[in-house]
């Protein structure tokens, strides 16, 4: 088994909070295996400039409880071009990095997969983070947690004003293509409706329950919106709202605070389990996988299948939902 004498770790793709405590047990792991670390800075876009670093464990001392993520990230069109991936070859071997931990989505490992197609002497495994929770092979994502938990808490809030004010807010969340946030924050945060992509939306339903609301006098109503809806978003779907109904109507989008903040716990550990496995993987000789978690398991998912338009989608949970928000 050839092992991994210099091992590289970059994030790609949306930031997620849980990814510096991925970092550090990636680098921490890899040099108690004996191999020498590196941080690859801004994803593939660093990777093609040939921007990185040497990594020891002081450099990630005290980034556990940060957000964001001390290698920053970027998309990056260049290396979507065969001369771009070639060009990250060249700097990958310069440094003759042997291994790479990518930690991002379903387009980091698509990258991942096409470049280890082109150069399959360096050795990459993936980690799932990203805040849509989207991926196969993996109950949870690195960043999902924190990102519902910072939704729940945005709603209680803005339900306080929404009862002094007797109004109604449409709250729109991050999910353009997943609706996993909307529902499980809405179940989790008393929503009266819930408007997600992965279920068509019923406009007379919406405003049969809207009515259902006022007419038992309710002083403050909540709906949860994935951006993705086919609806338009919150902003579309609240006009709608307007034509039809006489109510003090308010849209709040969440946006970018999704994906801010100190991890919680649950990511954090995670974070770090992922982080750690990954690195042993690679010692073992795996490679072209995601680390994931399922059932408190560690579970090694092949890119092509991780990235796979899976719909993970609790079609249950939405019903309860439903039901539970009469």
Known sequence: MKSINNLAVFTSGGDAPGMNACIRAVV??????GSKVFGILHGYEGMINGEMMEMDAAKVGNIIQRGGTILKTARSAGFMTKEGRKKAHEYLKRWNIDGVVAIGGDGTFTGASVFMSEFPEI?????????????SGTDYTIGYDTAINTVIQAVDKIRD?????????????????????????????????IVIPETPTNIDRLFQKLERGWLRKKSS???????????????????????????????????HIQRGGS?????????TRL?????????????GVMVGQMNNQIVLTPFYEAI???NKMNMQLVKMAEILSM
């Open 308 to 310: 796979k338009d899976e």
């Open 221 to 255: 109503r909540i709906i949860i919106v994935a951006e993705g809806d086919e609806s338009g978003g919150a902003i579309v779907l609240a006009d709608k709202i307007r034509e039809k109904f006489n109510f003090d109507t308010r849209v709040t989008i969440l946006g």
């Open 275 to 287: 982080g750690y496995e990954a690195v042993e993987a690679l010692m073992r000789g795996r490679h």
């Open 263 to 271: 991890p919680t716990c649950n990511d954090r550990v995670l974070a």
């Open 123 to 135: 050795r990459f495994v993936g980690i799932p983070g990203t805040i849509d929770n989207d991926l």
């Open 28 to 33: 921490r792991a890899g040099i108690a295996n």
């Open 161 to 193: 004003t929404a009862d002094a004010h007797d109004r109604l807010f449409l709250v729109e969340v991050m999910g353009r293509d997943s609706g996993l946030i909307a529902l499980y924050s809405g179940i989790a945060s008393g929503a009266e409706a």
